[in-house]
């Protein structure tokens, strides 16, 4: 009997490759096809990616020509859902003028320049896309938290930031703060999935096996950093990420609702649900609301 049940569990973690659904969605009947049933969610989930898709070539293209900019920076606790959606946003564009920058620990030299200089050499040129997979902002949270910058350093960073991202609208770049929501609740779902699946295994990290202990703190610091840092000029955009395909699918409208180009889709097509899309003024209006009850708050 156990030997049955361990074969229905390894069935059960067998997940189609993303789109494989609506490729073979009218596929007739054939001796060697395999009928599986999918959800219609996820029928629906997959035609609106790639019609998002779609439109995000078409923004690019129109850059290319325009030689407008785009920086989106993507922030949130660990197991949010950021490096999914990047993954989504830049799966058709083209590489030339696509970059995802996700810089490792500062090296001994890079500790001894200003911080925000490793930073600053990763931002687009004419044309170009660039997503920031965690960004300066890590002196705003992660580090701190963890104890690896100074309270200094990190009081001095929430009033630096500001006036380093007014520069860099003011120069014409296109700027997205982007801080993607999870509850505690999924996060550790999603660790533990981790620790049983091999494709996941690698975004394990020491910091992952601390986030939960630490969930509270991370949740004064994310309230310092909406305070400090949400400005009219660079405002953050929260994304509810507890369902990970909502939230792909609302960042990717997010960002081509706030770009002019060519042959855009009506507004109808590209509106944000306001259920999943959070302005960073209401975060920060909820989170002072509920500061002394932590389980209210969101992720």
Same mark, same amino acid.
């Given at each position: 009997?156990?030997?049955?049940?361990?074969?229905?569990?390894?069935?059960?973690?067998?997940?189609?490759?993303?789109?494989?659904?609506?490729?073979?969605?009218?596929? %007739?009947?054939?001796?060697?096809?395999?009928?599986?049933?999918?959800?219609?969610?996820?029928?629906?989930?997959?035609?609106?990616?790639?019609?998002?898709?779609?439109?995000?070539?078409?923004?690019?293209?129109?850059?290319?020509?325009?030689? +407008?900019?785009?920086?989106?920076?993507?922030?949130?606790?660990?197991?949010?859902? /950021?490096?999914?959606?990047?993954?989504?946003?830049?799966?058709?564009?083209?590489?030339?003028?696509?970059?995802?920058?996700?810089?490792?620990?500062?090296?001994?030299?890079?500790?001894?320049?200003?911080?925000? &200089?490793?930073?600053?050499?990763?931002?687009?040129?004419?044309? +170009?896309?660039?997503?920031?997979?965690?960004?300066?902002?890590?002196?705003?949270?992660?580090?701190?938290?963890?104890?690896?910058?100074?309270?200094?350093? =990190?009081?001095?960073?929430?009033?630096?930031?500001?006036?380093? +991202?007014?520069?860099?609208? %003011?120069?014409?770049? /296109?700027?997205?703060?982007?801080?993607?929501?999870?509850?505690?609740? $999924?996060? /550790?779902?999603?660790?533990?999935?981790?620790?049983?699946?091999?494709? %996941?295994?690698?975004?394990?990290? !020491?910091?992952?096996?601390?986030?939960?202990?630490?969930?509270? &703190?991370?949740?004064?610091?994310?309230?310092?950093?909406?305070?400090?840092?949400?400005?009219?000029?660079? !405002?953050?955009?929260?994304?509810?990420?507890?369902?990970?395909?909502?939230?792909?699918?609302?960042?990717?409208?997010? $960002?081509?609702?706030?770009? =002019?180009?060519?042959? %855009?889709?009506?507004?109808?097509?590209?509106?944000?649900?306001?259920?999943?899309?959070?302005?960073?003024?209401?975060?920060? &209006?909820?989170?002072?609301?509920?500061?002394?009850? !932590?389980?209210?708050?969101?992720?």
């Amino acid at each position: 009997m156990a030997k049955n049940n361990k074969k229905s569990d390894e069935k059960r973690e067998i997940n189609l490759l993303e789109g494989t659904a609506m490729r073979n969605r009218d596929a %007739k009947k054939e001796d060697d096809r395999v009928a599986v049933w999918v959800k219609e969610s996820d029928l629906a989930y997959e035609a609106e990616l790639k019609v998002l898709q779609i439109e995000l070539m078409k923004l690019q293209q129109h850059m290319q020509k325009s030689g +407008e900019r785009i920086l989106a920076i993507f922030e949130g606790r660990d197991a949010a859902g /950021k490096g999914g959606t990047i993954q989504r946003i830049i799966t058709n564009l083209n590489p030339r003028n696509t970059r995802v920058v996700a810089l490792t620990k500062p090296n001994e030299t890079e500790q001894s320049q200003w911080y925000f &200089q490793r930073y600053i050499e990763e931002l687009p040129h004419a044309g +170009e896309i660039v997503l920031f997979d965690r960004s300066w902002y890590n002196r705003a949270m992660v580090e701190p938290v963890m104890g690896f910058c100074t309270d200094e350093q =990190n009081k001095r960073f929430l009033k630096d930031a500001p006036m380093v +991202e007014e520069l860099l609208v %003011k120069d014409g770049i /296109k700027l997205f703060k982007f801080y993607f929501s999870v509850s505690k609740e $999924i996060q /550790k779902e999603r660790f533990d999935a981790r620790k049983v699946d091999p494709l %996941k295994q690698y975004k394990l990290s !020491p910091v992952d096996n601390l986030a939960q202990k630490y969930w509270d &703190q991370y949740s004064v610091r994310k309230f310092q950093m909406l305070s400090e840092t949400n400005r009219s000029l660079s !405002p953050w955009t929260i994304i509810r990420s507890d369902d990970k395909k909502m939230a792909r699918i609302n960042c990717m409208k997010f $960002i081509l609702a706030s770009m =002019n180009y060519t042959d %855009k889709l009506s507004d109808k097509h590209l509106t944000p649900d306001s259920k999943i899309i959070i302005s960073g003024i209401d975060e920060l &209006q909820h989170m002072q609301k509920n500061l002394l009850s !932590p389980d209210k708050l969101h992720g």
